[in-house]
């Protein structure tokens, strides 16, 4: 058989195996998996790992966040930074402006990506509104395009959804076969605590964290299963930060619910201390939900290991800190209230991990092929992605487990001005990045051109 490529030589993470053999690629798939292979372009991954291409799941770009703020990243900057960071494919989220149905939005955000993209996306909707033409007409017809997830929210004054409105789209998902994603934090306590934090003076960033404690995202964890039970559909929890939230997921999957876990680098690495950094800094911690402390990172480590998570995310959501489009927006600073919610993280996700997970004996390859790429394409019907196997898309991204290097600013390809892990020692660096054949990441640096597609997904594969 003829390849148009080989890759040689490296230890494969296939599903659940690690060997070593060469990769035959041919138009952009994976041809064959085996040793002897040969093709015009060979190359060698002797001492390197393969894994599938990460994929990120959870990502925002050039979504609108409100008068005057702009997020970091479009496109562009985002799917470099992405590939940069060993990613093959991202799934941003599509948020309708004021006004505008959930089909503008997708066919304005499909503009926006359209020969911008250095890895392919994949779009989850967000549903902020309950009406009949978004019911009744935009989900069904988006999620028979392929968009087969939606986000709704329980917290942000503006996108959360009530009990019976969450309730109607989770009917939708069901009738639709859709996986409904859940951000679960409740907004009325976070508005009691918010209310008197300012009254009482207490305005610096810290307080974002303080006035969202792990009770709101226990008791909104808890409402978001037990509505995914009632509506007899599976759910994602998004970004779970602490040992409380995860216990009530594992809590309504003893009682057969169909309930999926994600979390992501900052609930394992930072803690809310960096939000309490000396005068405006810790504005660059500020996120929801926010950094707990160290023994909530050993509560999701545990998690990790014993198998609670499926996805590991970024939950990439970038704005500038120097920038009164950013962080520094009007009224930040006299309230962490109007801090822009979100940090950068899609070129620091998979390194944070293998650094933390694999290089530190805590997780297998297989876990970390798991976490990052394979379950992400089953959940979420990514059915060409997700694994080294014949038939896959030669999305693939070889890894050098002994390089040492801190995270810095300056080495990174994001549109922000800062990385909240500045410094943070890292072992073991994606060192190419490969997608449907073609390399879009070497050693570091971006190369190749935009050839990222939108890719239409499959129902989710939602069978835990
Ligand atoms: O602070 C965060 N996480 N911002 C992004 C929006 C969200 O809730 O995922
Ligand atoms: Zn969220
Ligand atoms: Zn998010």
Known sequence: MGFDTVIRGARVVTSGVVSTCDIGITAGRIAALGTGLDAPEIIDATGLIAMPGGIDSHVHVSQPSGPGVEMADDFASATRAAACGGNTCVMPFCLPEDGQTLREAVAAYLAK???????????HLIVKSVDPVTLGQDLPA????????????????????????????????????????????NEDAIEFLRDKAERDGRIQPVHHARTRPIPVEREATHRATTLAEVADVPVMIVH?????????????????????????????????DDLDRAGFEGAKWVCSPPPRDTGEQAAIWAGLERGAFDVFSSDHCPFRFADPAGKDAP????????????????????PILFSEGVSKGRISL??????????????????????????KD?????WDPTLTRPITQDALHHGSDYTPWEGFEVTGWPVRTILRGQ????DGDPVGTATGQHIARAKPGVTP
């Open 439 to 442: 390399t879009v990441m070497l």
């Open 331 to 350: 009224g930040a600073r006299a309230s962490f209230r109007n801090i822009p919610n979100g940090i950068p993280g899609v070129e620091t996700r998979l």
């Open 240 to 272: 779970v930060s602490n040992g409380a939230a995860l216990e009530e997921i594992e809590r309504a999957q003893a009682r057969g619910v169909r309930v999926f876990a994600e979390t992501c680098p900052q609930y394992i690495t930072l803690t809310a």
């Open 394 to 398: 030669a999305d693939i991204v070889l």
């Open 142 to 185: 988006l999620i028979a395009q392929g968009m087969t997830s939606f986000k709704v929210f329980m917290t942000y004054q503006g996108m959360r959804l009530t009990d019976a409105e969450i309730l109607q789209v989770m009917a939708v998902a069901r009738e639709q076969g859709a996986l409904t994603l859940v951000h679960a934090e």
């Open 366 to 391: 297989e876990t970390f092929a798991a976490l990052t790429a394979t379950n992400h394409a089953r959940i979420y019907g990514l059915e060409s992605k997700g694994s080294i196997a014949v038939g």
């Open 113 to 123: 990506a359209e020969g911008q993209c250095l890895t392919d996306v994949s779009f």
